[in-house]
């Protein structure tokens, strides 16, 4: 289900908790939001529809890509650039890192680890910190 995007703060500072299978419902509609919102959004966390559950969304290419319980294990190159939200208006100054290690549970709840560089390791990295209750 299509769910609207939240804007308040001080709910989207809050850190969200770990998923598990029981949480399937919102993994299928944090997808059907990101697809509904694919022409003006990079990613999306599940705290951005209403849920304090540690689940992000991304596109690669035109494919939207699940991650469960996503956490970083390696980061290197970090460097300054600007982000936009969707929750938020404008954009803001922010430090990234160029390359990460993401080990994550895929829509199956399997885990997995993988390399992510450039712009899809920044969406990666902002929506991480979504669940952290980070804002950028
Ligand atoms: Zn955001």
Redo the contacts with the bound molecule.
Sequence with gaps: MIKEIIHDVHFLSQKSTPATSADIQAVRDLKATFIANSDRAAGL?AN?IGIHKRIIVFGLGKLPVMMINPEIIAQDTPYQTTEG????DGVRPTQRFKHITVKFQNEQFQWQTQDFTDLIAEVIQ??ID?CNGI??
């Design positions: 966390a951005m939200c969707l929750s938020l902002h929506e979504h804002l950028i």
